[in-house]
């Protein structure tokens, strides 16, 4: 499968407490595959707040210096809710394949957001693994993606 993100650049990773244990798992398996990743915390179990992780991360991408970005928290809205405050960045959150690829199809997101209290950790994988792979269609998505800045 091709990429279809810069993979020559780093992944962005981020998490809160509720999402550290899936972090962990999903930078040594996307380390396995050869994919350098910039890991921006949490790093333990202790409880923090989502925020703190979530803007390092959509900063990264956003300034280009991460092909794309992933977040975890127990629900994945928080880190959507802020990840989306970054007027470059477009979070999905992702509970299905089905929505992971709509979400690059449709949206042409750059960051995946994954609920770890909803999800397998194998599922996560998939989802992960369909968003690097799934082109953005354009065409009428196009329009409604310019749409979406309020700049």
């Not at 981020?14 to 990743?37: C, P, R």
């Not at 992971?100 to 960051?111: C, G, T, V």
């Not at 999800?119 to 993606?145: C, K, Y």
Request: net charge negative; charged share 15%; hydrophobic share 45%.
């Amino acid at each position: 499968m091709a990429y279809v993100f810069d993979a020559s650049k780093p992944i962005s990773i981020g998490s809160d407490h509720a999402g550290f244990a899936y972090k962990s798992a999903l930078i040594a398996w996307l380390t396995e595959k050869g994919f350098q990743v910039t890991d921006h915390g949490t790093y333990s179990l202790d409880s923090v707040d989502y925020p703190d992780f979530a803007h390092p991360t959509a900063s990264a991408v956003e300034k280009g210096e991460a092909g794309f970005g992933i977040l975890i928290c127990g629900s994945a809205n928080g880190v959507a809710i802020t990840a989306n405050k970054h007027q470059g960045i477009r979070a999905a959150l992702c509970w299905q394949n089905d929505v992971a690829e709509l979400a690059r199809l449709h949206n042409n997101a750059n960051i995946i957001c994954i609920p770890a209290r909803f999800v397998a950790l194998p599922l996560a994988e998939q989802m992960i693994d369909l968003f690097m792979n799934t082109s953005f269609e354009g065409g009428r998505h196009a329009g409604r993606v310019n749409k979406i800045s309020c700049n």
